[in-house]
């Protein structure tokens, strides 16, 4: 889309109307966009995966996980360095999901240690 600058300081001094049908134009493909979306999403819930599976067996799992993304995404919540080792490249693990924006941020090999022998093996540093 080209300048989308509005009122007296618009640098491109196009008449309203014509910025009018940009905006509506504009419109019209979010809808699109976000009804394709919405498709992709429903169409990745109906298929017989494994992963679909858990998310259908598992909706508030996979909300608290969904949230987790959307809150890192924005700016909302930071990734930490893993817990036990300090890597950066990491997971988030939730011990509740009753709090989905409450984390533990492991790196994959000591989430995956984690969820094989269980809650003991590490000390929590950061106090959660």
């Not at 009122?7 to 509506?24: I, P």
């Not at 969904?66 to 950066?88: D, N, S, W």
């Given at each position: 889309?080209?300048?989308?600058?509005?009122?007296?300081?618009?640098?491109?001094?196009?008449?309203?109307?014509?910025?009018?049908?940009?905006?509506?134009?504009?419109?019209?493909?979010?809808?699109?966009?976000?009804?394709?979306?919405?498709?992709?999403?429903?169409?990745?819930?109906?298929?017989?995966?494994?992963?679909?599976?858990?998310?259908?067996?598992?909706?508030?799992?996979?909300?608290?996980?969904?949230?987790?993304?959307?809150?890192?995404?924005?700016?909302e919540l930071e990734k930490q360095a893993c817990e036990v080792c300090g890597i950066e490249?990491?997971?988030?693990?939730?011990?509740?999901?009753?709090?989905?924006?409450?984390?533990?941020?492991?790196?994959?090999?000591?989430?995956?240690?984690?969820?094989h022998y269980g809650e003991d093996m590490f000390p929590i540093r950061n106090g959660l």
């Amino acid at each position: 889309m080209r300048n989308l600058v509005f009122g007296r300081r618009a640098t491109d001094r196009r008449r309203r109307s014509v910025r009018k049908l940009e905006l509506a134009a504009l419109s019209r493909y979010l809808s699109v966009e976000s009804a394709k979306l919405q498709a992709r999403d429903a169409a990745m819930l109906k298929t017989d995966t494994r992963q679909a599976n858990w998310r259908r067996a598992n909706p508030a799992k996979y909300n608290a996980h969904l949230a987790v993304q959307r809150a890192v995404k924005a700016g909302e919540l930071e990734k930490q360095a893993c817990e036990v080792c300090g890597i950066e490249m990491v997971d988030a693990h939730h011990d509740q999901y009753d709090d989905p924006l409450k984390v533990r941020w492991l790196c994959r090999r000591h989430h995956t240690r984690l969820h094989h022998y269980g809650e003991d093996m590490f000390p929590i540093r950061n106090g959660l």
